[in-house]
């Protein structure tokens, strides 16, 4: 399974990911941070296109398989 990946050195939390797609990313309360939700499969489609329009690049994605 494919597995989105944010990489918190690079990105500017301007939370455009948590706009377009809530469902995947989100801000922890706790440490203030914007992570990706642990769910058994990801809207591929809705991913990439977040991807697309990160400012900074710091979306990809990560496969799980060995």
Not at 37 to 44: C, G, H, M, N
Request: charged share 30%; net charge negative; aromatic share 8%.
């Amino acid at each position: 399974m494919k597995t989105p990946v944010l990489d918190f050195g690079m990105c500017s939390e301007c939370e455009g990911c948590i706009s377009m797609c809530p469902e995947v990313f989100q801000r922890n309360e706790a440490t203030g941070r914007i992570e990706v939700a642990v769910l058994t499969s990801y809207p591929e489609d809705k991913v990439n296109e977040t991807i697309k329009n990160c400012p900074k690049d710091c979306i990809f994605w990560e496969d799980d398989k060995p």
